[in-house]
Structure formats: C-alpha cells, structure tokens
Nanobody, 119 residues
Framework: VQLVESGGGLVQPGGSLRLSCAAS????????MSWYRQAPGKERELVAG????????NYADSMKGRFTISRDNVKNTVDLQMNSLKPEDTAVYYC?????????????WGQGTQVTVSS
C-alpha cells in the first residue's frame, strides 16, 4: 500500500496550492479518502474528507469555502485545492485512506507534504 502526496511548498498569504495524493496497492474506489494536517506543536486534525464514490464531502469549519477535495477513481488520486491560504494553514498535510470491512478498520497514511504560508 502506498499513498504519495505531492504539491506542497512555499506560498504567500492569499495564494493557492493544489495537493495531490497518488494511491496504489489497494482498491482505491472502496475507500473513503481524507486530508489531515499537523502543525508544529499541535495535534493532527482533519482538513477534508470525501466518500468512496465521491458523493459526500466534509470540511473542517476553518477550511469551508477555501478548500476543495476531489477524487478520481480511475487515476486513483485525491486532490486538495487550497485557496486564500493563511499563515495558520502552515502544516504538514497527510493523505489518509480508510475503510471498515467486517468490523476491521483499514487505515493507511502517506508520509506528508509540507505547506508553508509566509510572506
């Protein structure tokens, strides 16, 4: 199983970034996908999630209206479009795949990509 994030970097406040996560080694279309982030000294928090077939999305309150999660079940990718970025969005962003089957939770994580919002 592999989740490989890309697209992070340094951006000025008010700018945009698009993160992408490429998945392999599991049946992508059967997993709910999410983006989490962890800032220095803080706990990891949910940014956005999307259901296995893409019909349902959810966002943390502070990201609503600025971030958009999407997925492509043919390419096995999940993206996070981030607009109007703020310094407090600085964090390592992680891709997560999760599925519960017969009472067992399958939970996979990528290694993360750094996003730094600074002038």
């Amino acid at each position: 199983v592999q989740l490989v994030e890309s697209g992070g970097g340094l951006v000025q406040p008010g700018g945009s970034l698009r993160l992408s996560c490429a998945a392999s080694g599991f049946i992508f279309s059967r997993y709910d996908m999410s983006w989490y982030r962890q800032a220095p000294g803080k706990e990891r928090e949910l940014v956005a999630g999307i259901s296995s077939v893409g019909g349902t999305t959810n966002y943390a309150d502070s990201m609503k209206g600025r971030f958009t999660i999407s997925r492509d079940n043919v390419k096995n990718t999940v993206d996070l479009q981030m607009n109007s970025l703020k310094p407090e969005d600085t964090a390592v962003y992680y891709c997560n795949a999760k599925r519960t089957l017969l009472g067992y939770e399958y939970d996979y994580w990528g290694q993360g990509t750094q996003v730094t919002v600074s002038s």
